[in-house]
């Protein structure tokens, strides 16, 4: 993002994560605030990742995606990521973050893409 108010506003998310954990109201809230600035900057792709960002922790009271491999996946790794999914993953939701930071980047679009693409079908 190249809104100076939106790049404050993540690094606020960011850091009440790491100071109150997962916050649903505060975090929804900020997120929406975020994808207004997402949708100035017409960046759909991000605008979209921040809204299912926030339905599924409106939906299931936390963040139960885990962070994109750079590899290939395997057959039993489906497995253990499944198994990952099923508990609050803050770690990646901080990735997801820091991917809406700069999406100009192709490997953070990329990443973004396979975010979506996960809570879709989640």
Request: aromatic residues 6%.
């Amino acid at each position: 993002m190249e809104n100076a108010n939106a790049l404050k506003l993540i690094k606020k998310i960011q850091s009440d994560l790491i100071t109150e954990g997962l916050v649903i109201e505060n975090i929804v809230s900020d997120l929406k605030k975020l994808r207004e600035y997402a949708l100035l900057e017409e960046k759909p792709v991000l605008v979209k990742a921040i809204r299912l960002t926030y339905e599924h922790i409106l939906e299931n009271e936390a963040f139960l995606i885990g962070i994109p491999n750079d590899e290939p996946i395997e057959e039993d790794q489906i497995i253990n990521n499944e198994e990952a999914d099923e508990e609050n993953n803050l770690e990646s939701l901080q990735y997801i973050l820091s991917l809406f930071k700069d999406i100009e980047n192709k490997h953070n679009l990329a990443d973004l893409r396979e975010y979506n693409t996960k809570l879709q079908s989640f």
